[in-house]
């Protein structure tokens, strides 16, 4: 089996060939064209390939991950209510966190 563990946006996700998952947003120049369009995550923390693994240092040197990007969009809302007693004091407000969903197409260590 060979999948990688790579990091994007602060965090950390385990791929295979095929994955689709959504990370945090990604820079696309422009929308329209960019469906499709090819990302490359070059900091790879762990490669496995079969039964040979390779831990970086931070990261793998020479490794990557391919992704082709599917779309971009927001997250469910989530809302934030701040109360406080006997002084009328409330506060509502919401927020809808952008992603990026990305298909895995091919690691490359």
Known sequence: MKFAVI????KQYRVAEGDVLKVEKLPIADESEAKGGKIVFDQVLL???????TVGQPVVAKAKVEAEHLETAKGDKVLVFKYKSKVRYRVKRGHRQTHTKVKITKLDF
Not at 7 to 10: A, D, L, M, V, Y
């Open 7 to 10: 990091k994007t946006g602060g």
């Open 47 to 53: 490669a496995v390939d079969g039964d040979k693994l």
